[in-house]
């Protein structure tokens, strides 16, 4: 005689089945959503160290002050990121500091010495990410040290100045010297250059306003000034548009110097408003260039004056120490009708040094006889704008694209993989 189970224990036995699948599939759903945050809370991470490290090497520039500004950069950068599920705060457990922003030399080895350094490394873990599998787990198992609750992921990254495909030039154009060729057509390092306000009247040796995308219109010049163009590649043509005093609004919040509407937290400056112009800058002797840059102080020259690297180390205003517009005036001997006020010098919050960008060292496109772009060059702005227009003067620091950074101090952005254009920050690790 045969026994059959009976169709209550086969039900007990299949009850029992289910409750093992649905515990065993319990247990991969929440593997993956282990799993799942820590891959997310990498890749943040991985986006937050990537900023930094370009940021970092953008300011790699071969000055005393690179290495300080490169930390404070990538710090910034880094840190405006949000990590551990999009937390502004990374759930509190610590955002990026100096000692995690290091820098190597040509040959990849670790340096503290700014003339040195070529590469930006950014290095971050993230302790204390909540596993909610191992949670359980070490709840249902009574193991905890074998089922931690929390979890740590770290990430890495390497950046330095490569020659660029595209660049985002400011808009202007730069004429050759008579005679003048590559690399840097005629131009002296520290010489002082002409920016022509009357349209297209830039004549060799001269700098004229122009438009990027080769249109005549000045609110386009407005607009790439605010730095919105990163497409301008060798061979682009260039506009010469008529220009308006609009213009003089986005040029000036690069010195901190604003209108009632603006700010710097919305139109961020340099890290220094300083200015030079023959009133504190005195022309030296006859064939020797300003220099205002790196040099030293010219004989007449204001006992505050100093060159432009020290005031921006010290986050000078267009005043210096000071935050009047009456006191930028009476340094520069320029009008500034119509402007209100200044960025805060030094390390008052609301200023140069909390709002800073490299924003005064630009590049700038030189250009052929049809106006074609044939190349880059590296200026500083010294000067803001006066109201009612007039010329101003850039000081020429060298060819945008020479590689060693004592050549040329100039960084900008756009799409890199070039081959000798100029020098944006690119990830290489």
Same mark, same amino acid.
């Given at each position: 005689?045969?026994?059959?189970?009976?169709?209550?224990?086969?039900?007990?036995?299949?009850?029992?089945?289910?409750?093992? /699948?649905?515990?065993?599939l319990?247990?991969?759903?929440?593997? =993956?959503?282990?799993?799942?945050?820590?891959?997310?809370?990498?890749?943040?991470?991985?986006?937050?160290?990537?900023?930094?490290?370009?940021?970092?090497?953008?300011?790699?520039?071969?000055?005393?002050?690179?290495?300080?500004?490169?930390?404070? *950069?990538g710090?910034?950068?880094?840190?405006?990121?949000?990590?551990?599920?999009?937390?502004?705060?990374?759930?509190?457990?610590?955002?990026?500091?100096?000692?995690?922003?290091?820098?190597?030399?040509?040959?990849?080895?670790?340096?503290?010495?700014?003339?040195?350094?070529?590469?930006?490394?950014?290095?971050?873990?993230?302790?204390?990410?909540?596993?909610w599998?191992?949670?359980?787990?070490?709840?249902?198992s009574?193991?905890?040290?074998?089922n931690?609750?929390?979890?740590?992921?770290?990430?890495?990254?390497v950046?330095?100045?490569?020659?660029?495909?595209t660049?985002?030039?400011?808009?202007?154009?730069?004429?050759? &010297?008579p005679?003048?060729?590559?690399?840097?057509?005629?131009?002296?390092?520290g010489?002082?250059?002409?920016?022509?306000? *009357?349209?297209?009247? =830039?004549?060799?040796?001269?700098?004229g306003?122009?438009?990027?995308?080769?249109?005549?219109?000045a609110?386009?010049?407005?607009?790439?000034?605010?730095?919105?163009?990163?497409?301008t590649?060798i061979?682009d043509?260039?506009?010469?548009?008529?220009?308006?005093a609009?213009?003089?609004?986005?040029?000036?919040?690069?010195?901190?110097?604003? &209108?009632?509407?603006?700010?710097?937290?919305?139109?961020?400056?340099?890290y220094?408003g300083?200015?030079?112009?023959?009133?504190?800058?005195?022309?030296?002797?006859?064939?020797?260039v300003?220099? =205002?840059?790196?040099?030293s102080?010219?004989?007449? =020259?204001p006992a505050?004056?100093?060159?432009?690297?020290t005031?921006?180390?010290?986050?000078?205003?267009?005043?210096?120490?000071?935050?009047?517009?009456?006191?930028?005036?009476?340094?520069?001997?320029?009008?500034?009708?119509? /402007?209100?006020?200044?960025?805060?010098?030094?390390?008052?919050?609301?200023?140069?040094?909390?709002?800073?960008?490299?924003?005064?060292?630009?590049?700038?496109?030189?250009v052929?006889?049809?106006?074609h772009?044939?190349d880059?060059?590296?200026?500083?702005?010294?000067?803001?704008?006066?109201?009612?227009?007039?010329?101003?003067?850039?000081e020429?620091?060298?060819?945008?694209?020479?590689?060693?950074?004592?050549?040329s101090?100039?960084?900008?952005?756009?799409?890199?993989?070039?081959?000798?254009?100029?020098?944006?920050?690119?990830?290489?690790?």
């Amino acid at each position: 005689m045969r026994a059959h189970s009976s169709p209550r224990r086969q039900r007990g036995a299949m009850i029992i089945t289910v409750a093992l /699948f649905l515990l065993f599939l319990l247990g991969f759903m929440g593997i =993956a959503l282990d799993f799942g945050r820590l891959f997310v809370a990498r890749t943040e991470l991985q986006t937050a160290v990537d900023s930094c490290a370009l940021a970092a090497a953008n300011e790699l520039n071969g000055e005393s002050t690179a290495i300080n500004r490169a930390r404070s *950069a990538g710090q910034t950068a880094g840190n405006a990121n949000n990590v551990n599920l999009q937390s502004a705060t990374w759930s509190g457990q610590g955002k990026l500091i100096a000692a995690d922003i290091t820098f190597r030399d040509a040959s990849y080895a670790v340096t503290t010495a700014p003339a040195s350094a070529r590469y930006a490394q950014c290095t971050h873990t993230q302790p204390n990410i909540q596993i909610w599998l191992m949670k359980a787990m070490g709840a249902f198992s009574g193991d905890y040290a074998g089922n931690p609750s929390t979890r740590s992921v770290a990430a890495n990254a390497v950046a330095t100045r490569g020659s660029a495909q595209t660049t985002c030039p400011i808009p202007v154009l730069v004429k050759p &010297k008579p005679g003048g060729t590559a690399p840097d057509y005629g131009f002296v390092r520290g010489e002082w250059v002409t920016l022509i306000r *009357a349209q297209n009247a =830039a004549t060799g040796g001269q700098i004229g306003w122009a438009n990027l995308n080769g249109t005549s219109s000045a609110d386009e010049t407005r607009d790439e000034l605010s730095g919105s163009d990163c497409e301008t590649r060798i061979g682009d043509p260039i506009g010469t548009p008529g220009v308006q005093a609009s213009i003089a609004e986005v040029w000036n919040e690069r010195f901190g110097i604003y &209108k009632n509407s603006g700010s710097p937290s919305a139109g961020r400056p340099d890290y220094t408003g300083y200015a030079y112009t023959v009133t504190n800058w005195p022309p030296r002797a006859a064939g020797a260039v300003p220099n =205002a840059y790196d040099g030293s102080p010219p004989t007449g =020259a204001p006992a505050s004056a100093q060159n432009f690297v020290t005031k921006r180390a010290a986050y000078a205003s267009c005043d210096d120490t000071g935050a009047s517009l009456n006191g930028c005036e009476t340094r520069t001997g320029l009008s500034l009708n119509s /402007f209100q006020k200044l960025a805060a010098p030094g390390n008052v919050a609301g200023g140069h040094k909390q709002y800073g960008m490299d924003r005064r060292i630009v590049t700038a496109p030189v250009v052929d006889g049809s106006s074609h772009v044939i190349d880059y060059l590296c200026f500083l702005m010294l000067q803001p704008l006066q109201i009612p227009m007039s010329d101003t003067q850039l000081e020429y620091l060298g060819n945008a694209g020479v590689v060693s950074p004592t050549s040329s101090p100039c960084t900008t952005s756009g799409l890199p993989g070039g081959s000798a254009g100029p020098l944006v920050p690119v990830l290489v690790r």
